[in-house]
């Protein structure tokens, strides 16, 4: 029983890291490749004037720069009233875009509370 337990925590466990790797991925893909058009579309935001410079950076700099962005759309209200974005670039940033950046952020912090979970239990 013990052994059938753990092959199923361990299917678990790997599926868990298959599809954090797969959402990084698609993150890193936003970054390296989408981060020109996420930055067009919050030209008029304060918290990203400026930025364009950090294009030719590494592209862990660009998804840390992702990351400052999708957190100013995850929380519109206080990034708009802490004048980091600009209502109007909010507004006309392209739904599609978006969503899959929200997406992607509330996938991975879903993917790695689960996996804190699954290893404390596990103990």
Not at 41 to 65: D, E, M, Q, T, Y
């Amino acid at each position: 029983m013990k052994d059938s337990l753990d092959d199923v925590y361990a299917c678990v466990v790997l599926t868990l890291a298959a599809l954090f790797v797969l959402c990084l991925a698609l993150m890193f893909y936003l970054a390296y490749f989408r981060i020109k058009e996420v930055l067009g579309c919050l030209n008029n935001s304060p918290a990203v004037i400026g930025r364009l410079a950090h294009l030719s950076l590494a592209p862990l700099v660009r998804l840390v720069l992702l990351g400052h962005i999708s957190m100013m759309l995850i929380i519109p209200r206080r990034s708009i009233k802490k004048e980091m974005l600009n209502a109007q670039d909010y507004e006309r940033f392209p739904r599609h875009l978006k969503g899959l950046i929200r997406f992607c952020n509330y996938f991975m912090w879903l993917l790695i509370a689960l996996m804190v979970v699954m290893y404390i239990f596990y103990r």
